[in-house]
């Protein structure tokens, strides 16, 4: 019953590195998605997916980039990391229907901080 | 202006109090409202969700949506220290999984229930 899992759970990088966040799902959803969390911000949209090959910007994309090659997995890039970016990222999954009983799962988290 | 607000408290009650939380909203397109639980360290999980005006309740929680006066509430009776976690507000226009590209939160707002 592992649900959305995230990967790492913390991560500390320098100015300018780059890495992989790690979202995967096993309760077969097709929308996943990438939100950032941030005092007095609360969550906000990077990027989203509603299948495999399809991707769409969020709210705030800017510096991020993603694909998704597979219903499970939807990594989440840094290129090029800047102290902005530091922040607990989560990632979301849920089914893609027009039902309200389709709730968002959320994974655990990865909290990243950036020197 | 953001489209959601909500008091980020923090807000602190003893045991068995009635705790009110709201957020309210300015865009007249959203119907779907949901409050969603936070606990230290975790994803959000979703508490309760409402369509249009009206009321919902769920054992200790209720819901209340007023769309005249753009404002929501999520009453808990009885508080427990269990209930003490981070509460955020999210609405969209749109139903179920097709609207998570264009969910709003609220910034949340941190609750303490002490014994």
């Known amino acids: 019953n592992a649900g959305v899992t995230q990967t790492p759970k913390f991560q500390v990088l320098k100015t300018g590195q780059s890495m992989t966040l790690q979202c995967a799902q096993d309760?077969?959803?097709?929308?996943m998605s990438w939100y950032r969390q941030d005092p007095g911000m609360g969550l906000r949209l990077i990027h989203y997916?509603?299948?495999?090959?399809?991707?769409d910007q969020g709210e705030v994309p800017n510096g991020y980039n993603v694909s998704r090659s597979t219903t499970e997995d939807f990594p989440l890039r840094l290129l090029s990391a800047a102290p902005s970016q530091t922040s607990v990222y989560f990632c979301a999954s849920s089914r893609l229907t027009t039902s309200y009983n389709s709730p968002l799962h959320f994974g655990n988290g990865t909290r990243l901080t950036v020197t | 202006q953001k489209e959601v607000e909500q008091d980020p408290g923090p807000l602190s009650v003893p045991e068995g109090a009635i705790v009110s939380l709201n957020c309210t909203y300015s865009?007249?397109?959203?119907?779907?409202f949901m409050w969603y639980r936070q606990y230290s360290r975790k994803g959000p999980e979703l508490l309760m969700y409402t369509y249009s005006s009206g009321n919902k309740e769920d054992g200790r929680f209720t819901a209340q949506v007023d769309k005249s006066s753009k404002y929501i509430s999520l009453f808990i009776r009885d508080s427990q220290p269990s209930d003490s976690a981070t509460y955020l507000c999210?609405?969209?226009?749109?139903?179920?999984?097709?609207?998570?590209?264009?969910?709003?939160f609220g910034q949340g707002t941190i609750l303490t229930v002490h014994p």
């Open positions: 309760m077969n959803h097709e929308y």
């Open positions: 999210a609405m969209s226009a749109l139903a179920g999984g097709t609207s998570y590209g264009k969910l709003t």
């Open positions: 997916s509603v299948g495999a090959g399809i991707t």
């Open positions: 865009n007249s397109a959203f119907q779907y």
